[in-house]
């Protein structure tokens, strides 16, 4: 004759794998980094979004304006040393492709 459980064990295990997984889910809960504790002040916007991966349009347009002109700079130092006369000495003359 075999032993089946009875139904009453059945539930009381039920119940308690229930009641396991309530106290892990509260646990996560409240324990959870994207909560935030009552007693916390709130976060200042700008670093808010700065923080979750936003950025200023304004900030980004001037850091581009101050690369531009940093690009535009070295480019004028550029232009001024070619448009300089350079003194060329030719060592040897390439083969000619006509001959």
């Not at 700065?50 to 070295?74: C, S």
Request: hydrophobic letters at 45%; aromatic letters at 4%; a positive charge.
């Amino acid at each position: 004759m075999s032993k089946a459980p009875k139904p009453l064990t059945r539930l009381g295990a039920t119940q308690s794998l229930l009641a396991i997984n309530a106290a892990l889910l509260a646990s996560f809960a409240f324990h959870a980094p994207w909560i935030a504790p009552a007693q916390a002040s709130k976060p200042d916007p700008v670093t808010h979004r700065r923080a979750i991966g936003f950025v200023n349009p304004d900030d980004q347009r001037q850091k581009m304006l101050v690369e531009l002109k940093r690009i535009a700079t070295k480019l004028d130092a550029l232009a001024s040393k070619v448009d300089k006369p350079m003194d060329v000495r030719v060592i040897e003359m390439p083969a000619s492709a006509g001959d």
